[in-house]
């Protein structure tokens, strides 16, 4: 019988001490690598296919069998800041890939993401609050402005309601009047006297213009208002809504003819 050397059997021995120990190795769970790993493959298929919910579970399916995949952290962080919108999820996944591989060369581009991912999340929860406190200014605002409004037809009635000015005639015989007083003859200890003829006569000679009966319509334009109209046509505002029954003050139309009623000198 054929003796083995020594040496050979020692090297025997060795190898299989070494592929016993990998296939313990391979036994145990040892993590692939995120290149031979197929769910963190089948992640990135999903990705480019644009279905990012396998995207997510092909890729925590990765860190359920190797927890320190930084790649797999940095994909979930793109994942959640870019397409889901989830700041918080985001955030989380990038710093555990700061933390896993912080000598990466995509260290700097993650940290950037991570403060930008910050700002975003901190416009979601002060924008809640901007909200309600412009919801009250407006609910204020519109109190306001209500409150404004009835004022504004308050003031409007009140002055509809002031007598006109005195027309031209009264102003004349007025100041006729006055002239008379100034000239006549003053008495010893008397008032002075005017005598009725003479201050009848200027009256007799501007009588009052007679009222002219005849209709007058106006259209509505823009801006334009039942007060605003009355001043334009020297007629009060009673006159021109009791000239107008079916007419609303505070509805009036573009393109709405009113009846102005004759005014009065």
């Known amino acids: 019988m054929m003796k083995v050397p020594l040496a050979l059997i020692r090297l025997a021995a060795c190898a299989a001490v070494l592929l016993g120990l990998a ?12 290149a031979d790993n197929p769910d963190f493959q089948a992640g990135k298929r999903r990705k480019s296919a644009m279905d990012f919910d396998g995207a997510i579970d092909s890729f925590e399916r990765v860190l359920q069998t190797n927890p320190t995949s930084g790649q797999a952290h940095f994909e979930l962080g793109l994942l959640g800041e870019q397409h889901l919108g989830d700041y918080a999820s985001a955030i989380y996944h990038f710093q555990k890939f700061l933390k896993l591989e912080p000598e990466s060369n995509l260290s700097e581009m993650v940290q950037a993401r991570v403060n930008s991912c910050k700002v975003e999340l901190a416009k979601t929860v002060s924008f809640s609050l901007v ?18 409004r009835e004022q504004i037809m308050q003031l409007n009635m009140r002055l509809a309601a002031v007598p006109p000015p005195p027309s031209n005639t ?18 010893s200890g008397g008032a002075p006297v ?11 000679a501007a009588p009052p213009s007679p009222v002219t009966s005849t209709p007058r319509t106006y259209t509505i334009k823009a801006g334009d208002n039942l007060y605003r109209i009355s001043k334009q046509f ?4 009673t006159a021109i809504k009791s000239a107008n029954p079916s007419v609303v003050p505070e509805r009036l139309r573009v393109g709405q003819v009113i009846n102005i009623p004759s005014a009065r000198n």
């Open 131 to 148: 909200s309600k406190k412009a919801f009250a200014e407006m609910t204020r605002l519109a109190t306001e402005n209500t409150q404004l």
């Open 23 to 34: 296939a313990c190795s391979n036994f145990n769970g040892n993590p692939l690598s995120d």
């Open 170 to 187: 009264v102003l004349r015989a007025a100041a006729v009047e006055a002239t008379l007083l100034r000239q006549a003859p003053v008495p």
């Open 234 to 237: 020297s007629v009060s505002f």
């Open 194 to 204: 005017v005598s009725t003829q003479t201050a009848e006569a200027p009256a007799q």
